[in-house]
């Protein structure tokens, strides 16, 4: 079977790639200013990525300049050697963007999550061999993913790289969508033949945490990023909180360190395996003191049934995760991991209260 590199390869890119350009095309100059920036700085930048037709979350805000931004993606083609990329989001977008001779096309998370309107694209690309990126959807299901993929790969497209920008959760992070590697590392191996990116720009959604996300993308093998550049990002007509100046990509870049192969180090596999079985045995230590816990969480649940006590008690919720964050922040955890994972105990907490709540005595 092919390998993600092999794919790559056949298109004529090296591992890792890199995609960048500014979120959204804001005018010819600031296209073309940017384009040329990159050159300068990041030279092994190889795809130029720019948004025209730009799925704003909440209407009223820069919906992108459209079609008439594609004379300039042109222009960046011949004067930068860059190949481009759009997002297209119906067939009007995906034949416009064809006929402008665009050479890559993404499909942003909140369309992947649609089935109608990857098939639209789909059924716009039958018969080209237009290369298609990707992204996750906007929710955390692997499934909706999956089917995009195939929706692209049944209308015949075989040049696909998938896109992880990272997934929506309605607990808030420090992230503005949250990685959940596992997503993507389940996706990797399901189809290693299909190269991955890592968006660390829309996951992030700040340049703070930019350089630690691909880091990560790097250690976990990622073929390559999709990284938002702007020549004045603080002015940016999107996304401005995310995005670096093609300088600042450039030095990002030169930090981030490419690890060697394993294979080559043996002591370091020893103490990687020994490390990772402290790991599996602490893991199994916290599941077996959940389930402890649970048990008397169904106790209180039939003392509270027998004291007609409701289940829910606020007062104490509020002051047990106060006490717990105390106790995290000396373990050097932040408050943001604590909270969401007392928020998931508390509530498996409940459903095991309730079950005893609710049955009766005789
Ligand atoms: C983008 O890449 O500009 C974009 C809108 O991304 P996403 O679909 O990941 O939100
Ligand atoms: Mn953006």
């Known amino acids: 079977?092919?390998?993600?590199?092999?794919?790559?390869?056949?298109l004529g890119f090296s591992t890792p790639l890199l995609i960048s350009g500014p979120c959204s095309a804001e005018t010819e100059e600031q296209v073309l200013e940017t384009a040329h920036q990159l050159i300068a700085h990041v030279p092994q930048t190889r795809v130029f990525r720019a948004g025209l037709w730009k799925p704003r979350t909440r209407p009223g805000s820069f919906e992108g300049i459209g079609e008439q931004g594609l004379p300039w993606l042109q222009r960046v083609k011949e004067e930068t050697g860059m190949l481009t990329a759009v997002e297209v989001a119906n067939q009007k977008h995906?034949?416009?963007s064809l006929q402008a001779g665009i050479d890559i096309l993404w499909i942003g998370a909140r369309s992947t999550v649609s089935p109608f309107i990857?098939?639209?694209?789909?059924?716009?690309?039958q018969g080209t061999d237009t290369t298609v990126l990707i992204k996750n959807p906007v929710s955390p299901d692997l499934s909706l993913w999956l089917g995009a993929l195939e929706r692209i790969e049944n209308a015949g497209i075989r040049n696909i790289i998938m896109v992880h920008r990272g997934f929506s959760s309605y607990i808030k992070t420090k992230y503005r969508n949250n990685p959940e590697w596992q997503i993507a590392l389940?996706?990797?191996?399901?189809?290693?033949?299909l190269p991955l990116l890592l968006d660390p720009s829309h996951m992030g959604g700040k340049r703070a945490l930019l350089f630690d996300l691909c880091q990560t993308a790097y250690?976990?093998?990622y073929d390559g990023l999709m990284v938002e550049s702007h020549i004045t990002p603080q002015a940016a007509w999107?996304?401005?909180?995310?995005?670096?100046?093609p300088q600042a990509l450039g030095e990002m870049l030169q930090r981030l360190q490419q690890k060697k192969p394993i294979v080559d180090r043996p002591e370091f596999q020893t103490t990687l395996t020994a490390l990772r079985t402290q790991i599996?045995?602490?893991?199994?230590?916290?599941?077996?003191?959940?389930?402890?816990?649970?048990?008397?969480?169904?106790?209180?649940?039939?003392?509270?049934?027998?004291?007609?006590v409701s289940i829910i008690q606020?007062?104490?919720?509020?002051?047990?995760l106060l006490q717990m964050k105390q106790v995290a922040q000396e373990q050097g955890l932040t408050e943001s991991f604590v909270e969401e994972i007392f928020k998931a105990i508390h509530q498996e907490s409940i459903e095991h209260q309730a079950k005893f709540y609710n049955k009766s005595d005789d």
Do not use: Y
């Open 94 to 96: 995906v034949e416009l």
């Open 280 to 308: 599996d045995e602490i893991d199994a230590q916290l599941f077996i003191s959940l389930g402890n816990r649970m048990k008397i969480a169904e106790k209180i649940g039939r003392l509270k049934q027998q004291n007609q």
């Open 238 to 245: 999107s996304d401005a909180e995310q995005q670096l100046t």
């Open 1 to 10: 079977m092919k390998t993600s590199e092999d794919r790559l390869a056949a």
């Open 314 to 320: 606020t007062e104490r919720w509020k002051e047990v």
């Open 219 to 221: 250690d976990l093998k």
């Open 118 to 125: 990857v098939q639209e694209i789909a059924d716009a690309l």
């Open 186 to 193: 389940d996706l990797q191996q399901l189809r290693p033949d």
